[in-house]
């Protein structure tokens, strides 16, 4: 008997979901004073769907993601470290970092300025080092970092530990900074709501009895139950030591 062939989805080639759990209804892209740039490892580049860099990007008017891992020689990087004035900032964690949790709003206008390059880099903490390693044209780059108290929403995806934010959950946590500091003035009362849905996408796919990963138990916690394994490596930035 043949097997039968199932039909390819469609697939939105905006957000790179299927078109079923497409999330571009949701998007509310946001104009900053800030220019976000996301660093984006080839490994991260091929799954879109399932991260949060070109979310991140969608949502942001003033942003643009470059693929790679050594930015030495970058041009695109390059022409932004050197345009004139504009600071560029590294969104890394480090002890000589500039934490924008405490600082009052006058050392952020006088650090950052009014149109400042904030770059991060998306991927796995091991693909982030190596990227930073590598790029000694970010190593010079001023940090900025800040207190994380929240606890991740990536529950489909395992992480180090409860504190270690996705991509688009430390723009987040970095704009309501900004806006505190009275360098933007944008609302970011929908920001995450494209991951939002992203998310409740993902647990229905998981917890429909006809999907072949369907968990038996039918426990709601399926994705939840294993989040933060030590042995772990998921993305990005704020999610272990420097």
Sequence with gaps: ?????????????????PTSTCICK??????????????????EYKKEKNGTGLMTKL????????????FTNNTRVNEILAAENSASFLLYPGKDSFNLSTRKSVEMNSVLGSNSHIFILDG????????????????????????????????????PESLCLSTIESVYTVLNLLK??????????????????????????MLNPSNKNYDLTGNSEISIKNMYKKSTERNIIFEGEA
């Design 1 to 17: 008997m043949q097997a039968e062939i199932k039909e390819p989805r469609i697939q939105c080639y905006k957000c790179m979901n």
């Design 26 to 43: 949701h998007l509310t892209p946001l104009q900053t004073n800030t220019r976000f740039v996301i660093l984006m490892h080839p490994k």
């Design 59 to 70: 949502q942001l008017k003033n942003s643009e993601i470059i693929v790679g891992v050594d």
């Design 124 to 159: 796995t903490w091991p693909c982030a080092r190596k990227m930073l390693k590598l790029s000694k044209n970010l190593q010079e780059l001023k940090r900025v970092s800040f207190d994380n108290k929240i606890k991740s929403k990536f529950i489909i995806k395992q992480q």
């Design 180 to 205: 505190q500091g009275g360098l933007e003035e944008c609302n970011t009362d929908g920001f995450l709501v494209p991951f939002e849905k992203m998310i409740a996408y993902q647990l229905d796919y």
